[in-house]
């Protein structure tokens, strides 16, 4: 690709287009590995840590949310069914339009093992979905839980990639018109994106066709910089936003910037640089006990329980 500059000249002074593909192309920084050796090893993974997770856990398997095909979930539960648990629910990457929840119980093990039940959420990636879609299916997947669980001791949401965005987004929804509000207590953003705009300028967006306006409804560090995504009660969220040492610059940036700018608009947040670790291993490693990332979401879980016994 030539020099051409993005539109966005002020916001990357020196970025080309060539520059920005790169920036949001994970597999290129991948140090280990090459891109795509990656790509097969991230959903290889993915594969055997759900066919474990399903091998080894009581499970709810396909449960429809909604009406349609691409809306299921599944539920991972710990040993000792009770109803009144902490759950935790991860929304997959893959840049909207790659991956499954077929091949992303990453986590499940190792929270199940401590007593957190696991819901993997599928979604209709593009280009059968719209972001719009995807924003209003993972909405009604948590309004489900709620009204399924409704003793349940906090929902967690846990988003990689490009789930990370669709879980921010959620900061935003408008639960009355669902009936009921979710018990929302955490929040684990991994290596996300927040400001959809420099996408709508790379291949990512062949298959999403965001316009501008699209992409600029759908990005919750837009709308926390204009003042409309507001911490109500003392109840609030806990916010972790996490981002890998591997990850590319642009991917820092963005993740510093929504930690920046919600700690100024009043939210409970927090953010981890995690040491030694690429884009894909920092949600495949989650089927480590002993892992960072694993420990953090257990203590925030657990850290909640202690505060409000
Ligand atoms: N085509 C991208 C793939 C990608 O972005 C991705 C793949 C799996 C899980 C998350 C991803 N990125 C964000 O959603 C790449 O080559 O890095």
Redesign the pocket.
Known sequence: MDQQQTGKGAQFPQTTLYELESQ?????WVIRLG?QE??RT??QMGNDATKKAQATRRSLLHVPYGDGEGEKLDIYFPEGVSAALPFCVFL?????Q??SKDASAFMVNPLTAQGVAVVVVGYDIAPKGTLDQMVDQVTRSIVFVQKKYPRNEGIYLCG????AHLAAMMLLANWTKHGVTPNLKGFFLV?G?YDLEPIVHTS?NARLLMTLEDAQRNSPQRHLEAGLMQPVGPSCPMLVVIVGQHDSPEFHRQSREFYQTLCRAGWKASFEELHDVD??EI?WKLTQQDYMLTQIILKTIFQEFSDNP
Not at 24 to 28: C, D, G, I
């Open positions: 949001y192309t994970p597999s290129r891109a990656a790509l991230y959903s997959h990457g893959g840049n909207w790659t991956g990689h990639s490009a789930g290596s994106i990512v884009h894909f949600v």
